[in-house]
């Protein structure tokens, strides 16, 4: 058999819905107090089966007892207990995230120490450049030296915000906000290789931006990516200001305002000036001008989305109502600040409210507000929310209901979380293991369903990377894909099933298939029994036809004729994920990034031509027995499929 026919077999396997035995069943779910809406609460799914789907959508795959678990509490009332994440103990995984010694580090310092090393590495440029002076080979050495230094400081912390990521994926109690961290740091995605203060700003980002504000308001949510250094040096919005040509708040009558960066920096709030009068002026100064990159994407991506109803001149106005958002200096600590002498203070109109002539930052805070509130903003997100929840092709009825709540609860996340995965589309048979696994869901997923203790190394991430996602390593601000056909070709599923392999030959950091309990009196069992036992402790029971034969005969139609994990190494170059290199030390070595917007429109479709040419995977040896079945189990479409 054709390896291109085979393939599309697997792929339309992956991409189907295969659910086992249904049936109608009363939800009992009781609709929030502030929402009115009248829906339908039956669920097609057997109560096992809502406890599968649930786990599947709302963590990151159900470890070893978590079925138990959640059966014992309650559905309902472990779905509400997710939704609520200040109410979970997580002591063990702060406990593990402060072992990352450059994320627990103040971020004010680690930015001063670049901006020393920055100083010092423009002193090696000039003695190199000085032919006169002649340097020593001591000299010479130790400017390499500072110049290594700098380089390992700066890979440090992109390798250990990646592992922690996907340590807090694997082993956090608080799964649900995990996997809304995410969705918001893809929705709001940043490219870590931007530029070489980009990983410092990230930290940030990630511990004190997205996650804690994952499940509140939106345009609390909202106003914090605004102004986190880490989008505002990613899209250009830092070295934005008012045209030569526009009036601007003159410095003796406007103080900037300025939050603090850093460990706990963005949850503090704002340090505010004393209030004084502020009067338009014309000045003129060097190296003025306008950057329309975060206006536009705040319109496209973030907000109204493309079909929002707004125009260019929207987006002229927006840039224009954000001039003067920009960060300190890394010398003085980084963080956000603004800086009415460079703000455009002439009047504005955006989606036809009219902003006023001489405000300063209001103006922003304003757009934020109109957009915040906007009905197209409440559909958006509603409708970005149900396709990662539900379906790739969410209904009108759901994404209707769930923009009706957002709007009635003035942008409460947790509250259209709720509408959502409470909704009899997200307990319907159609639902049911329909939406295939992204890369960092694939690898996550995996580490839970065998237990795994979370992994401090860099190596999780790496996997993640091979398989063609690399985390913060999407250049373009539009963010990994989230539906499924993105992610699946050839040398994806080849990936996949050589990644299954690979982690049940013990290639996955800290998973142990032998100390699986359900897995480690069954080694001498006839194989029909192991199969059984695999089945049952990897893929919930559930198993088409087709993946039985699979792991009865111990054959997959893709592994034979050599295009198995050596084989995948003579693919053609042509056909690597151009990201595929972009974990931890490629990405902190990067050069500064392709404009944001330029590389929107270039960059392929994530995952689409991602073939790992034996990287990571090379020279897997023959499996027999249960790790060959559990291998096999772990590539299988229903795995693969959540």
């Known amino acids: 058999m054709r390896i291109t026919k085979v393939t599309g077999i697997v792929a339309a396997m992956l991409l189907s819905v295969a659910p086992v035995g249904v049936f109608a069943q009363k939800s009992g779910v009781k ?31 159900a470890k070893p007892g978590d079925i138990l678990k959640v059966r014992a509490l309650g559905l309902d009332s472990w779905i509400n207990q997710q939704l609520q994440p200040e109410k979970i103990n997580d002591d063990a995984m702060s406990a593990f995230v402060r072992n990352y010694s450059a994320l627990d580090e103040n971020q004010n310092d680690l930015l001063k120490q670049y901006a020393e090393q920055q100083r010092q590495r423009r002193e090696v440029k000039r003695d190199r450049a000085d032919t006169t002076q002649g340097m020593t080979s001591d000299k010479t050495a130790q400017m390499r030296q500072q110049l290594q230094q700098q380089g390992d400081s700066r890979r440090q912390v992109v390798t250990q915000l990646q592992s922690s990521r996907a340590a807090r994926a694997v ?17 709001f995605n940043i490219y870590a290789a931007k530029g070489a203060p980009e990983p410092y700003y990230l930290v940030d980002f990630d511990q004190n931006v997205i996650r804690p504000r994952s499940l509140g308001k939106f345009r609390d949510l909202l106003e914090a990516v605004a102004e986190s250094p880490a989008m505002l040096f990613y899209l250009d919005n830092a070295r934005s200001m008012a045209d030569s040509t526009r009036p601007t708040l003159g410095a003796q009558n406007a103080a900037p305002r300025i939050r603090p960066f850093g460990r706990g920096g963005l949850m503090g709030g704002i340090r505010r000036a004393p209030q004084q009068q502020r009067l338009p002026q014309q000045q003129q100064r060097q190296r003025q001008g306008l950057n329309e990159n975060y206006g536009r994407e705040l319109l496209e991506l973030h907000t109204l989305g493309v079909d929002g109803g707004y125009t260019q001149q929207d987006v002229i106005n927006v840039a224009r109502a954000f001039t003067g958002w920009t960060i300190k200096p890394p010398a003085q600590g980084g963080g956000f600040i603004f800086r009415p002498q460079v703000h455009d203070a002439g009047e504005k109109i955006v989606l036809g409210h009219k902003l006023a002539a001489g405000r ?39 994404v209707d209901h769930a923009t009706q709540v957002y709007l009635q609860t003035d942008g409460d996340i947790r509250e259209v979380l709720r ?7 997200f307990f319907s048979q159609q639902a049911f293991r329909s939406k295939v696994k992204s890369p960092f869901e694939v690898v996550v997923s995996a580490m839970r369903a065998l237990n795994a203790a979370p992994d401090s190394t860099p190596r999780t991430a790496q996997v993640i990377a091979y398989l063609g996602q690399p985390i913060f390593g999407h250049q373009a601000p539009n963010g990994w894909p989230e539906t499924g056909e993105s992610w699946m070709n050839t040398g994806a599923i080849l990936n996949r099933i050589n990644f299954g392999m690979a982690a049940a030959a013990g290639r996955l950091p800290g998973a142990d298939i032998r100390a699986l309990p359900s897995l480690d009196t069954i080694g001498s069992a006839p194989r029909e029994k192991q199969v059984d036992a695999v089945v049952a402790a990897i893929l919930n029971g559930m198993v088409s036809p087709d993946t039985r034969a699979v792991l009865l005969s111990g054959e997959h139609p893709m592994l034979a004729n050599g295009a198995g994990a050596n084989g995948i190494q003579n693919m053609s170059p042509a056909e690597a994920n151009p990201d595929s290199e972009m974990s931890g030390e490629a990405m902190a070595d990067g050069a500064n990034g392709q404009n944001a917007a330029r590389a929107r429109r270039n960059q392929n479709a994530g995952g689409k031509r991602g073939a790992l040419q034996g990287r990571g995977f090379a020279n897997i040896p023959q499996l027999n027995g249960v790790p060959q079945i559990v291998g096999l189990a772990l590539g299988s479409p229903e795995f693969q499929r959540h």
Not at 31 to 42: E, G, L, M
């Open 31 to 61: 609709t929030p107090a502030k929402t009115v809406i009248a829906r339908s609460d039956v669920r097609e799914l057997p109560a096992d089966q809502q406890i599968i789907q649930a786990l599947n959508r709302l963590t990151f795959g």
């Open 171 to 187: 082993a956090s109690e608080r799964q649900l906000q995990e996997v809304m961290t995410d969705f918001w740091e893809n929705h």
């Open 360 to 398: 300063g930052m209001e103006d922003a805070e304003d757009v934020l507000d109109i957009l915040a509130r906007s009905p197209a903003t409440a559909r958006f997100i509603s409708f970005k929310l149900a396709r990662h929840f539900v379906s790739d092709s969410p209904s009108k009825a759901l």
């Open 419 to 425: 509408s959502i995965v409470t909704s009899p589309e």
